[in-house]
């Protein structure tokens, strides 16, 4: 379904690259710059004072009782984005025409049926040549999400895969540490780990792999003897 939506949206701005819109169609500039995202809604629960930051912070600001749906839509934007590299080159790309990048987010917007703020966001980055940014801005407003969500993403990396019962048990015993925030597990597998785990929760990085302990214990053979 991405996939699809991505390569017709493509093509769109592949076939706009060098033909103007006409007046009716192209927004004009004194309406871009209209735009407003500072509605009258809560910050987020927290700071990221980047220039990339500060736009996802607009958004979220204007999002109000609609943030899950902003949220999944940009989401399903940062797919499209993965999926079709073409597309990805089409919006980050400088030298494509203004005109031909709105009507392209117009285009994969419409057949997403993504929320108008996000419409109206998307033409502002372009307007205000920020469109190059807009995979950066979707992973910060991902970030100011969850923390509004109360969602703390654990991030397990093991030697091998492990089985589902062994999952269960790391998710529980993360769970103790979480102080009811969600957990949102994402298993990866590291060969170089050789046994073990490194579990990442947050900020907080719990590193038991064998690896590691190996290294550890190098260290503590060759250092000097009192």
């Known amino acids: 379904m991405l996939r699809l939506a991505a390569r017709s949206c493509f093509h769109v701005a592949h076939s706009l690259r060098s033909v ?10 004194s309406v871009l710059a209209s735009r407003s995202f500072a509605a009258a809604s809560q910050k987020p629960k927290m700071e990221d004072g980047t220039l990339e930051g500060r736009y996802a ?5 204007a999002s109000k009782d609609k943030l899950d749906k902003v949220y999944g839509d940009l989401t399903a934007l940062r797919g499209m984005m993965a999926e079709s590299q073409e597309l990805k080159l089409a919006i980050e790309t400088p030298g494509i025409q203004p005109e031909s990048k709105v009507a392209a ?6 057949k997403a049926s ?4 996000v419409v109206n966001f998307l033409k502002v980055l372009v307007e205000n040549k920020r469109a190059h940014l807009l995979s950066r801005m979707i ?9 509004e969500k109360g969602l703390v993403l654990c991030k ?9 019962a062994q999952q269960d048990q790391v998710k529980a015993a993360m769970q103790k540490r979480a102080q009811g925030s969600t957990l949102i597990m994402e298993y990866n597998t590291n060969p170089a780990l050789l046994g073990g785990l490194v579990v990442k929760m947050g900020e ?4 038991n792999s064998v690896s590691t302990r190996l290294e550890r214990l190098q260290t503590q053979l060759l250092a000097p003897v009192a």
């Open 20 to 29: 103007p819109l006409s007046p009716a169609v192209r927004p004009s500039a």
């Open 204 to 207: 907080a990085v719990l590193d």
């Open 156 to 164: 397990v990396t093991s030697a091998a895969p492990l089985s589902s």
């Open 114 to 117: 993504m929320d108008g703020s």
């Open 57 to 61: 912070t607009a958004l979220f600001m």
């Open 105 to 110: 987010f117009e285009a994969i917007c419409g």
């Open 139 to 147: 992973d910060i407003f991902e970030n100011f999400y969850r923390a």
